[in-house]
């Protein structure tokens, strides 16, 4: 059986066709992007237990109303979801002004 030219190109076109549209490539920087996907196990994905345990043991720090002229002896300085605070004992202190204010760190 005789397959004329322009049926063979045909077939081989429509095959690659049919190839590019089942075949899921993952190239960096893409080509086409069909949509956006959050693949769990990584961080930043929203899903992931990386995202889950970094948003759920996020620390608040709350300012009360007591204020301090000079801190206690034996502070030491920590960092705290990037604010700078002297922890003295049992007691976290922030720089407010000239003075130290009392602060709560949940």
């Known amino acids: 059986m005789k397959i004329r030219v322009k049926t063979m190109i045909i077939i081989i ?11 899921d490539f993952d190239i ?15 961080p930043a ?11 759920t043991t996020r620390r608040t720090i709350r300012r009360t109303s007591r204020y301090v002229a000079t801190l206690p002896r034996g502070c030491t300085t920590v960092v705290i979801e990037g604010t700078t605070l002297h922890h003295c004992g049992g ?4 720089a407010s002004g000239g003075k130290y204010v009392v602060v709560h760190v949940d």
Do not use: H
């Open 13 to 23: 076109g429509c095959s690659l066709l049919a190839l590019v549209l089942l075949v």
């Open 28 to 42: 960096p920087g893409g080509v086409f992007v069909s949509e956006a996907q959050a693949r769990i196990g990584r």
């Open 45 to 55: 994905s929203p899903g992931s237990v990386a995202g889950v345990a970094r948003r």
């Open 91 to 94: 007691t976290y202190y922030q």
